[in-house]
């Protein structure tokens, strides 16, 4: 088993983005990384930060990373948020709207790539053997 959000997970998690085609045509412009961070919340009390190197449709790899690292996107919100995405229970652009994730970086960029969005999240959704403690 591995652990939703960790640096072993990232990496199943950057295989399936590379393995799928529709990911890679929904987002063969996409330019952008990201660091996703999950904040300790009731089911699970570690922060966890996840860099995620996106770039026409591929992913040049993932890792755990610091407070530190820069990124064109950061979209961070509380752990239970993001099993509900992984579990397909919350749309990740709909729990940006409604406040349940807080995103740094331009917006209107993510809005033109919604495909590319839900493609990912159906990504996430494929890391064979996820535990997700406290669930």
Same mark, same amino acid.
């Given at each position: 088993?591995? /652990?939703?959000?960790?640096?072993?997970?990232? *990496?199943? &998690?950057?295989? $399936?983005?590379?393995? %799928?085609?529709?990911?890679? +045509?929904?987002?063969?412009?996409?330019?952008?990384? &990201?660091? &996703? /961070?999950? @904040?300790?919340?009731?089911k &699970?009390?570690?922060?966890? =930060?996840?860099?995620?190197?996106?770039? @026409?449709?591929?992913? =040049?790899?993932?890792? %755990?990373?610091?407070?530190?690292?820069?990124?064109?996107?950061? #979209? %961070?919100?509380p752990?239970?948020?993001?099993? $509900?995405?992984?579990? $397909?229970?919350?749309?990740?652009?709909?729990?940006?709207?409604?406040?349940?994730?807080?995103?740094?970086?331009? #917006?209107? +960029?993510?809005? =033109?790539?919604? *495909?590319?969005?839900?493609?990912?999240?159906?990504?996430?959704?494929?890391?064979?053997d996820?535990?997700?403690?406290?669930?």
């Amino acid at each position: 088993m591995v /652990i939703f959000g960790s640096d072993e997970w990232g *990496k199943g &998690f950057c295989k $399936k983005l590379n393995e %799928s085609e529709a990911y890679k +045509k929904a987002a063969e412009t996409w330019e952008g990384d &990201f660091v &996703f /961070i999950m @904040h300790p919340d009731e089911k &699970f009390d570690e922060e966890m =930060r996840l860099y995620v190197d996106l770039w @026409h449709g591929d992913c =040049r790899g993932t890792e %755990s990373c610091g407070p530190d690292q820069e990124a064109e996107f950061i #979209m %961070s919100g509380p752990y239970t948020n993001w099993v $509900k995405v992984a579990k $397909k229970e919350l749309d990740p652009i709909q729990g940006l709207m409604t406040g349940k994730f807080k995103l740094e970086g331009d #917006m209107a +960029k993510i809005m =033109r790539a919604t *495909k590319a969005a839900v493609e990912l999240v159906n990504c996430v959704t494929k890391v064979e053997d996820t535990e997700f403690p406290g669930f």
